[in-house]
């Protein structure tokens, strides 16, 4: 995918939505740490208010530099426009919640990320919204659970810690011909190894603070919009006044409007700024990210107390095919699971590894390794976290970009000796 300009991915990356004429040569968007911004007349602000003019008023509204990466990130997903919110979780909250009333249901996959999960199974369920979760990759379960109620189809383009990948493109297309949008959370994959508006997704969410971050020092999130689903007055009355004032962009416009700016989901403008700066590297790291975990699959496969390993990336893996169809030969993710005997195993490769980090985060340059079934999910019941694939002996790595002979040696060392 190129821009107007010609430029392929890589380099857009870099220089997508460069303005350094405005910002006195600096070659990153300045931080504009402020509250709230001066306006000469009465007329103009004013105007503002009222949509007519786009100058910025007050931080929750929107901040010169918050600007920046949403452009940034609506051009590298190849969407219409962008809001970013202080973490993945306000987008996901804000993305749905736009699209939601009471007595509404929606559809999700049911490999989703662990607060996902939740806000979807108990937050809404207390304002009368139901969601029905099927298997992600089960296309026919999918269309099944879609009734008259039904306002989206909600799905991760890698499913954490599931590691399922579904097909987003018979996905999309099965939701368009119910005339409800799919909601992609593309945060796993990150908008160089898959842009889901391609394959005809309508509303694309990420957590910036994994992969287009990358270095682990900034919580964040988007929501990108493609522009292209049409908000028929039949299924989506509450669209009508979005549509009239900004057309194509009545979704995103519904979403900032309504909810984020009234829920107060506003990123600081720092972490933009540190956002923009991981973002440089995304096209590099997501190459070294993806070829290490490769390694790291194919090492840990010739270990005696590795049990089973979850990667899209192995031939035998049940997304495989999936996975090549989506992403092309660009790799198939940085994040594996892999099971050891039992979670007393778990923990005792935990405690001896020396430098892979023991910690609650994925996506990060260096290699983190977690046990989900007693961290994130120490709460959750049995049943649910059969449903989700959370077993005992599961360990979570999110494979970084260091050495992969480092990686492998202190994962080596780490299994030494265990049953
Ligand atoms: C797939 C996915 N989506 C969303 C989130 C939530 O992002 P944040 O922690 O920035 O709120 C996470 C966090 O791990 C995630 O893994």
Known sequence: MS?????????????????????????????FQTASHVHRTAENLSETFAGRKDDHIYMRLTNPTNRVLEEKLADLEGGLGAIVMSSGMAAISNASMALLRAGDEFVAGNSLFMSTYLLFTRVFKKYGITVRMVESTDIGAIERAINEKTRFVYLETIGNPKMDIPDLERVAAAAHSHGIPLLVDNTLASPYLCRPFEVGADIVIHSTTKYLSGHGSAAGGAVIDSGNFEWNRDRFPDFAPFV???????????????????????????????????????????????ENTMKVAQFLRERPEVKWINYAGLKDHPSHETAKKLFGDKGFGGLLA????????????????????????????????????????????????????????????SVGIEDIEDICADLGQALDGLA
Not at 6 to 17: M, P
Not at 260 to 270: E, L, M, R, V
Not at 349 to 372: E, Q, S
């Open 3 to 31: 821009d107007k300009k010609g430029y392929k991915f890589n380099t857009r990356v870099i220089h997508a939505c460069q303005s350094p004429e405005d910002w006195q040569g600096a070659t990153i968007a300045p931080i």
């Open 244 to 290: 009239e004032r900004k057309g194509a962009l009545a979704y995103i416009d519904k979403v900032w409007r309504e909810h984020h700016i009234n829920f107060g989901t506003t990123q600081a403008p720092f972490h933009s700024y540190l956002t923009m700066i991981g973002m440089d590297t995304l096209a590099l790291r997501m190459e070294r990210h993806m």
């Open 338 to 397: 892999f099971g050891l005997k039992d979670q007393g195993a778990c923990f005792s490769f935990i405690d001896r590894l020396r430098m892979i980090y023991h910690l609650a985060n994925l996506g990060d340059c260096k290699t983190l390794v977690i046990h989900p079934c007693s961290s994130q999910y120490v709460s959750f019941d049995d049943a649910t976290r059969d449903e989700l694939s959370i077993t005992p002996d599961l360990i979570r790595l």
